[in-house]
C-alpha cells in the first residue's frame, strides 16, 4: 500500500454536510512503500477517503490520526524485518584446525637467486633450482632444492610459492659461496672461464670505421676465427697490415671488439705515416704517370687486378719491368679509383728508385716503336703457333701503333673473376666502350685469356674495316 502525504498550511474546509474543522497538518507521504497486504485499519481509512467530497482528492486526517497510522506502520516493518532475518541461512565460517601455523614468507625484495647466479657464473660453478611440490592438493606447498656444482642444499621449510622456496634456497647456497674459498667451491669439471676483453663496452668497432673513413682509408677488414668451444680469436686488416690479437674471446663480438682496439692503437702510433701514404695516393696522379712511363715505346700498358672485399676494393698492377705485381689483394679501399692508385704509387715509386723515371717522371730512356699502322698485315701473318692470345694483342697493337689495352680483372666470388679490356690512351679505337667483357670464368688468367681473345677479335675486325677503307 501507497500512503501520500501533502503538507499544506493551516486552513478551514467548509461543507454543508458537516461542520467546519481546522487540521493541523494533511501530507501525503511519498517515500513509504509497502509491499505487505493493508489491515482492516486502513481499508477502512480507504473506504472514507473514497466518500469525501470530490473537491478534495486526498484523505484529509488529523494530526493524531497521523502519527497513530505512521507507528502502525513502523510496528509491521519491523516485524518483517525481523522475520527475515530469521529465515536467513548462516554461512559456516572458515575453520583453522588446531595446531595450525602461520607460513613464512619470504622477503620479495632479497633477490639472493641474482646475487648467486652472479657469482656462480663468475667463478664458473654450475647453478641447478628445483622447487619440488609437498602437501595435499588444498595445502599446495614447495620446497627448495639447490645443486651448486658437486654440492646440494634444500629448504627446512615448505613455501606457499616456488619464488620464495628459491629465494630462501639461493640464500643457503649463496652464503656458503660467500664464506668458503674460491678452490673448495669451484668443482673440478668446471667449464674454462673465457677471458673477456675490457674494450667490450667502448665501441671500438665504431671508432676504428669513422677514423679511417675520416682520413680516407677505408673500411678496416676482420677476420673473426672459431678456435674451440665458444672461443674466438680475431685480426684485422688496415691499409695491408694485418694486426693479430692475443688471446681468446667468448663471442665474435669480444674478438671484433679487440681487434678494433688493436687497430685504433696501430692507427695512433702510425698515424703520420699512414697519412702521408693515404695522401699520396690521393692528391699524385700515379696512374697517369705509371702509364706515361709504359706507354713511351707505344706498346705496352699496366694491367690491374681487382678484388672485392665486402664492399671495398682492393687492386694489384703487374708491369714487364717487375716479376711480381705491386699492391695488395688485402689492403681494402672505398673506391676502385683509390685501390688502383695506391698499386700504381708503389710501382711508380719503384720504377724512380731504379732510376727508370726521371725527376720529371719521365722515361730515363726512349725505345723505338715499331711498324705504323699502314705496315698492317692480315691475321696469318702476325699470329704465330704457340703464341697466347695476350701476345696477339701485342702484336696487334705494334701494328696499329697504339697502346696495349687495360685488363681489368674483378674477383667476385671466390676464384671466379670477371675481366674487361679498356683502350684508355687511345679513345678512337672503342670509343671509351670495354672490349672483350667475360664474367664468372674460373681463374684470374684464364679471364684475362679469354679476355684478350675477344680483344684479338675485335682488333681484326677493326684492322680489316680500316683496308677496306683505305
Known amino acids: 500500500m501507497s500512503t501520500l502525504t501533502q503538507t499544506f498550511s493551516s486552513q478551514t474546509y467548509h461543507n454543508s454536510s458537516q461542520p ?25 481509512a480507504m473506504e472514507d477517503t473514497s466518500r469525501a467530497s470530490s473537491s478534495c482528492s486526498v484523505e484529509l486526517i488529523g494530526a493524531d490520526e497521523q502519527k497513530a497510522l505512521w507507528d502502525l506502520e513502523d510496528a509491521e516493518l519491523a516485524e518483517r524485518l525481523r522475520t527475515q532475518k530469521a529465515e536467513q541461512v548462516e554461512r ?138 665458444q672461443q674466438f680469436s680475431g685480426s684485422v686488416t688496415i691499409l695491408g697490415h694485418v694486426l693479430s690479437v692475443p688471446g681468446f674471446f667468448g663471442s665474435k663480438k669480444d674478438a671484433k671488439e679487440a681487434a678494433a682496439r688493436k687497430g685504433l692503437d696501430y692507427f695512433a702510433e702510425h698515424a703520420q705515416n699512414l697519412d702521408d701514404s693515404i695522401k699520396d695516393a690521393q692528391e699524385e696522379k700515379w696512374v697517369s704517370i705509371l702509364n706515361g712511363y709504359m706507354n713511351h715505346d707505344g706498346v705496352s700498358c699496366p694491367t690491374y687486378d681487382f678484388y672485392m672485399l665486402d664492399l671495398q676494393f682492393a687492386c694489384e698492377v703487374t708491369i714487364p719491368d717487375h716479376d711480381g705485381p705491386f699492391g695488395s689483394q688485402t689492403q681494402p679501399f672505398r673506391s676502385q679509383k683509390l685501390a688502383q692508385a695506391n698499386a700504381a704509387r708503389e710501382a711508380v715509386l719503384w720504377l724512380r728508385q731504379k732510376g727508370l723515371l726521371n725527376d720529371d717522371d719521365r722515361p730515363a730512356k726512349r725505345r723505338k716503336s715499331e ?96 683496308t677496306e677503307g683505305a
Open 20 to 44: 467546519s474543522c481546522t487540521y493541523g497538518i494533511a501530507r501525503i507521504n511519498l517515500k513509504r512503500q509497502r509491499s505487505a497486504s493493508p489491515t482492516p485499519q486502513k481499508i477502512a
Open 92 to 229: 559456516p565460517k572458515m575453520q583453522v584446525p588446531k595446531g595450525a601455523e602461520p607460513v613464512p614468507i619470504h622477503k620479495s625484495t632479497s633477490a639472493f637467486v641474482a646475487r648467486l647466479n652472479m657469482l656462480a657464473q663468475k667463478r664458473g660453478i654450475p647453478c641447478d633450482f628445483d622447487c619440488p611440490q609437498v602437501g595435499g592438493p588444498r595445502n599446495v606447498k614447495f620446497e627448495g632444492v639447490l645443486k651448486l656444482g658437486d654440492k646440494s642444499f634444500r629448504t627446512e621449510e615448505a613455501y606457499s610459492s616456488k619464488k620464495e622456496a628459491k629465494e630462501a634456497v639461493a640464500e643457503r647456497g649463496l652464503n656458503y659461496l660467500q664464506g668458503s674459498p674460491v678452490e673448495t667451491a669451484t668443482p673440478q669439471h668446471r667449464k674454462m672461464a673465457v677471458p673477456i676483453s675490457r674494450s667490450t663496452t667502448k665501441g671500438n668497432i665504431a671508432a676504428l670505421q669513422i677514423e679511417m673513413q675520416k682520413r680516407g682509408a677505408g673500411l678496416p677488414v676482420y677476420d673473426l676465427q672459431e678456435v674451440g668451444q
Open 371 to 466: 711498324n705504323s699502322f699502314h705496315s698492317v698485315q692480315s691475321h696469318d701473318d702476325t699470329t704465330t703457333v704457340g703464341k697466347s692470345y695476350g701476345q696477339h694483342v701485342t702484336e696487334l697493337c705494334k701494328k696499329l701503333d697504339i697502346t696495349t689495352p687495360e685488363y681489368i680483372c674483378v674477383v667476385t666470388d671466390g676464384s671466379f673473376t670477371n675481366c674487361a679490356a679498356h683502350f684508355v690512351s687511345n679513345f678512337h679505337i672503342s670509343r671509351g666502350e670495354p672490349i672483350g667483357v667475360v664474367e664468372n670464368v674460373f681463374g684470374k688468367a684464364k679471364a684475362k685469356e679469354e679476355c684478350a681473345k675477344e680483344v684479338v677479335r675485335f682488333l681484326e675486325e677493326y684492322i680489316r674495316k680500316a
